[in-house]
């Protein structure tokens, strides 16, 4: 058994003073159950509790950090970055910089607004998107998060749906109204919507390669389907890459299809951990924001330096490393290992894996859309996480959540993870029998 007594002392003191006592819910652990961890530090592939307990990493602070905890390139520049002063709200040029990067490695982007948070940038992505098109429909794939805004937190994943909350109270309903919501990998739903409301809707936003239902992955010719019939309709596309970008593949999860969207939304490792988010797309597109254009948005914070210091320098050493292919033949690896020890324990697993991004659903079927990874088998989950822990290997604590590799993982992190999943596949498979 782990000792986890000042964790949960902890956790006992956060839960008087903030709701939960976590500031995002699924650190709770709430539907796995049992006490999370209080984190000291990390490093490399590791983090270390406040009880003195070692772990290997595979949340990675839900992907950003794409070369493990405190790089020591991404460490030297946000060090020299405070030594020079921590915002001005003023232009810095570090902003063109990390701008530039990204507008180099996604191909669909001209431009880019720098935001705080993913959330940021699927709401002002929306407000852009409503703006050109003058219309207010929204169409969202069910299962997808995209932050939580009002239009976004309808028929959401992720936390939202770890907590058995997908519509939220407080939401109001002319609002949600306005959010459309469809099966991902389902053509014909799609279909029949833009039939009906075509005229109406502003935009599909989308995760290309979702990740917040557990990693779902497109079939043939789906993205395809979705780019060309908002084309047809005069409604934008807008790629929800804030997980998937840098993590599926160097050029974002839109590489890899081959679509073009007219907005991306990115996030998490762009700030290199740092909070640092992002909305771009095409020139004539993103000319409408302000204060080139008319819609309107702003941030105290956006453009941070020491932030666009930490996404450059994890960008620079990305590229220059050529980290995004090494790290899918490391995941290739590890799942393949992961796939053969449920085998041998007998217990029936869907393992997806795209870039550095895993999971591991409990489930004999197929995991295409929401309701297929919603009927995966949560006590299941539950054995397999715990045992996990134990052995010390520390997953995203739901099931509807992506697992994260670094560069920092070693051959030996990946070895002694691989023994723990035999151990814990096996109780899993004594769960099962019962
Ligand atoms: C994490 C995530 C968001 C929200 O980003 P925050 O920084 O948590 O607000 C939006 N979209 C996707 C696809 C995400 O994975």
Do not use: W
Not at 80 to 108: F, H, N
Not at 308 to 329: H, P, Q, R, S
């Amino acid at each position: 058994m782990l000792n986890l007594t000042k964790s949960t002392r902890a956790f006992a003191e956060a839960q008087e003073y903030t709701p939960g006592g976590v500031n995002s819910p699924v650190r709770s652990f709430r539907s796995v159950g049992g006490v999370p961890p209080f984190i000291q530090n990390g490093k490399g592939s590791k983090i270390y509790d406040i009880d003195g307990n070692e772990y290997i990493d595979y949340v990675m602070s839900y992907g950003p950090l794409l070369m493990g905890h405190v790089p020591d390139c991404v460490a030297k520049a946000i060090k020299a970055a405070v030594d020079r002063g921590t915002s001005y709200g003023a232009p810095t040029v570090a902003e063109i910089e990390l701008a530039k990067l990204i507008c180099k490695l996604i191909k669909s982007v001209e431009m880019v607004r720098f935001v705080n948070s993913g959330t940021e940038a699927t709401m002002s992505a929306l407000r852009l998107a409503r703006a050109y098109t003058k219309r207010e429909s929204i169409v969202k794939f069910i299962g997808c998060y995209h932050g939580h805004h009002d239009s976004l937190l309808v028929k959401a994943g992720s936390g939202a749906t770890t907590c058995g909350v997908p519509d939220s109270p407080g939401v109001p309903r002319g609002v949600a109204m306005n959010t459309i919501t469809v099966p991902f990998n389902d053509e014909t739903a799609l279909e029949a919507v833009f039939a009906e409301k075509g005229k109406e809707i502003a935009a599909v936003i989308m995760e290309p390669t979702p990740g917040n239902m557990g990693l779902v992955l497109p079939h043939d010719g789906f993205l395809d389907f979705v780019r060309k019939i908002t084309k047809k309709h005069g409604a934008l596309l807008i790629c929800d890459e804030v997980m998937s970008g840098f993590r599926g593949a160097q050029g974002g999860s839109q590489s890899l299809y081959n679509i073009d969207p007219d907005i991306t939304c990115l996030g998490k490792v762009i700030g290199g951990g740092l909070p640092v988010a992002a909305y771009g797309g095409k020139r004539e597109i993103m000319m409408m924001v302000s204060p080139a254009g008319p819609m309107y948005q702003a941030g105290t914070l956006s453009g941070n330096p020491l932030a666009m210091n930490a996404g450059i320098a994890a960008l620079t050493y990305m590229i220059e490393n050529d980290v995004c292919n090494k790290l899918t033949a490391v995941t290739a690896k590890l799942t393949a290992g992961l796939e053969k020890a449920a085998a041998e324990a007998g217990v029936p697993v869907q393992v997806h894996h795209l870039g550095s991004m895993f999971t591991v659903f409990f489930s004999d079927k197929p995991i295409t859309d929401y309701e297929s990874a919603t009927q995966c088998n949560p006590e299941a989950f539950k054995i397999y996480f715990h045992s996990m822990l134990e052995k010390g290997i520390y997953l995203p604590p739901s099931q509807f959540e992506t697992n994260f590799l670094s560069l920092a993982h070693s051959p030996e992190d990946i070895e002694k993870t691989l023994q723990a999943a035999a151990y814990s596949f096996k109780q899993v498979a004594k769960h099962l029998k019962k």
